[in-house]
């Protein structure tokens, strides 16, 4: 599985430098096109949606928390990486932040503003914030945990929808300003750019953007996959298909919920510090919970219980939304001078949404249903891996195989 | 000010009916200084609050409350259609807060090209018309499938009905028609206000007496309670039951539908998010009261509305106004913790 996962790695970070060393390349391979966006996209949400379906999917929990828990992974993240010169001009309204260092600068410290050492401060710096974020996340989960796990199926939905929104009303509140600057957004904080590796006039030699939250994300899917094929994954399970059975097979309940709920967690707020890092800001209002209904809604497409379902559907419903279907939002005249009908902005989520209620209603089980992508080489071992990687190679194989598609597309427009 | 020792006086009658209500059921509560500090945390923000009041005029705290009890009147049209659906299907209809949005565009679009006497029917009638039909597309297939894939498609048609409505209004917020009557302005204990704000509770308590009269009294009604009973039994019995189903959908369809015209009149403004959020609010204010309670669905949607209003009308030097959507979930998660099945409803038994 590791191999795959280096594999993908490898293809990715070629995709993103081969405009950079092959001049001449297409459009679509240079670094301001829409794949790119679909590929860090893809990657932050498919971590998301896979962290969502462990709770729904695999532990039968149906929780709608997943933005709030987001936001507090993305507003952590923010608050600790916001470099300390920036702080005044991010809180200007608050005359500063009450924090006035953040873990680069100490990390910076340590090993030096310039260069190598700069870089190895900046590196440590996310990534522990990255962690710190998750961390966070996973101890609001336990306190929320506490009360509302108690609660049954569509309870606990409300529940936790409702918890979302005391948090997200939490970070907007202006007497906190000077921590999470109130109701306006903060930005300044390394993002996914930032990895680029450039020379000292700025100008980049190698582009990382799009390895890195490749490299997050799919640690964590395995970790999840990992979690998903030990003794806890297959108590999840056993909670799922009937909480009393595994009760009397002496499974704790409440232990076992605690623990994907807190899990889950964990790695949403992980993704929610991606997805700061991906639009570059952290803003409270971002995170509603339109946002977690279209996660579950990929989630639901991909398969409830799939890992790999997951991952696809992310690639797909991504690139649809922010790729693929754009046309649809914009005013089409043809050759023969017909003027599509029913084309202008906001038709793309119409078709989006219809094309998803088909789905629910019709093809319940999603793409994947319940059982995983298989590639030669995983399905051999005694442990029967369920693995995400190989989903991510699939969509990769898949947006590159489209990426060909586009560029005849663009070739007969 | 008379009104700050009065509150303060009633934290101490509240308490003292506690404590005496607890030396009866030493279940519910066995620390006492859990509940004296309680008691002191209550006193404190009543002092604080009535400290904030005497800043302010009479005036002013009745306007608050009187539109705390018409957005509440509102909810509670809402909340019904929650409550009824929930006690029959066991289905959260997350699509209610939005069909409740698109009855407000409906009225938007209807009032530019027929007179209001005509178009306010008019939008009843559609909406009711929504109602059924996205019970019969997205929910009555799925009658036999587990209760998350029903709780899925409704969401699924939530977000389809938010971004349809973004489609047709471009995204742009809406200005909703000003209704003759209902947006004239009287005057009420010292204060203006809105027609509106004065109907809304008499025209819900109306509306809640035909239904709770329909679902007493008539034979639709029998087989509604019979349903909400029992599913399976009432559908051995004979019970046409997709003709129930559809019978609750289309009485919360319409009673959304006459909400719609009294919260958009207060509301000029109708963007297609603005149902997800009252929404949300009455589901909670069901869920207080009691699920499948309608009395109970009232009265919570009263008190949210009561509630959210006077966090909205607190001096703005306190920056809690924020927190007034906050509070009806706080709300939900204190009732789901203490007394689940709500105020009126009844405690739901687990069989093995």
Known sequence: ?413 | MKVSGAAVCAADAVMLWYSHVNRYNPGNSRNPVWRSVLHDCGRAVCMRLTHALEKNSMEYVISVLLSGISVGGQYALIAIGYTLVYGILRLINFAHGDVFMVAGLMGIYFTAVMPITLSIPLVILVTVALGFTIERVAYKPLRDAPRMSVMISAIGVSYLLQNSATYITGGQPMTYPTIPFLASTIKVFGTHTKWVVILTPLLVLLLVFLLTQLIDRTKIGMAMRAVSKDFETSRLMGIKINSVISMTFIIGSALAAVGSVLFFTNYPAITPMAGAMPGLKAFVAAVFGGIGSIPGAVIGAFLIGICETIIKGLPSSWDVSVFSDAFTFALLIVILILKPQGLFGEAATDKV
């Open chain 1, 1 to 413: 599985m590791a191999g795959y996962i280096c594999l993908l790695l490898l293809i990715v970070t070629i995709l993103e430098n081969l405009s950079m060393f092959i001049p001449g390349m297409p459009q679509v391979l240079q670094p301001t096109s829409p794949l790119f966006t679909v590929l860090k996209k893809g990657a932050v949400y498919s971590l998301v949606a896979v962290s969502m379906n462990l709770l729904n999917g695999f532990t039968g929990l149906f929780s709608l928390g997943q933005a709030g828990f987001m936001l507090l992974g993305a507003y952590t993240y923010a608050i600790l990486t916001v470099p300390a010169k920036m702080k005044d001009q991010v809180y200007y309204l608050f005359g500063g932040s009450l924090l006035k260092t953040s873990l680069v600068d100490i990390f910076g410290a340590v090993f030096g503003t310039e260069g190598v050492g700069r870089a190895i401060a900046m590196v440590l710096g996310v990534v522990l914030a990255i962690v710190l974020a998750g961390c966070v996340a996973a101890f609001f989960a336990y306190l929320i945990g506490l009360p509302v796990l108690r609660l049954k199926s569509d309870y606990l939905a409300i529940a936790t929808l409702g918890f979302a929104e005391i948090i997200r009303a939490i970070f907007q509140w202006q007497r906190l300003g000077p921590i999470t600057n109130g109701a306006n957004m903060i930005k300044g904080f390394p993002t996914f750019t930032s990895f680029n590796i450039t020379d000292s006039s700025g100008q980049v030699l190698f582009r990382l953007s799009t390895f890195v939250p490749f490299l997050v994300s799919s640690i964590c899917i395995l970790l999840i996959i990992l979690l998903i094929n030990s003794s806890y994954g297959r108590a999840f399970k056993s909670i799922r298909d009937d909480e009393i059975a595994s009760e009397a097979m002496g499974i704790s309940l409440s232990k076992h919920k605690m623990l994907a709920f807190v899990i889950s967690s964990f790695f949403s707020g992980m993704g929610g510090a991606l997805f700061a890092m991906y639009v570059a800001n952290a803003q409270a209002k971002a995170f509603t919970s339109v946002m977690t209904y279209e996660i579950l809604l990929i989630v639901v497409v991909g398969g409830i219980g799939s890992i790999s379902g997951s991952v696809i559907a992310t690639f797909l419903y991504v690139a649809c939304s922010e790729w693929w279907l754009r046309f649809l939002d914009s005013e089409m005249v043809l050759s023969s001078g017909f003027k599509v009908p029913l084309l202008r902005n906001g038709f793309r989520m119409v078709v989006f949404s219809v094309v998803i209620m088909v789905i629910v209603l019709f093809f319940s089980r999603g793409i994947m249903g319940d059982r995983e992508l298989r590639l030669p080489g995983i399905s051999a071992r005694p442990v029967r891996p369920k693995s995400a990687d190989k989903g991510k190679a699939a969509a990769n194989a898949a947006a590159q195989t489209v990426t060909e598609e586009k560029s005849s597309d663009e070739q007969e427009g």
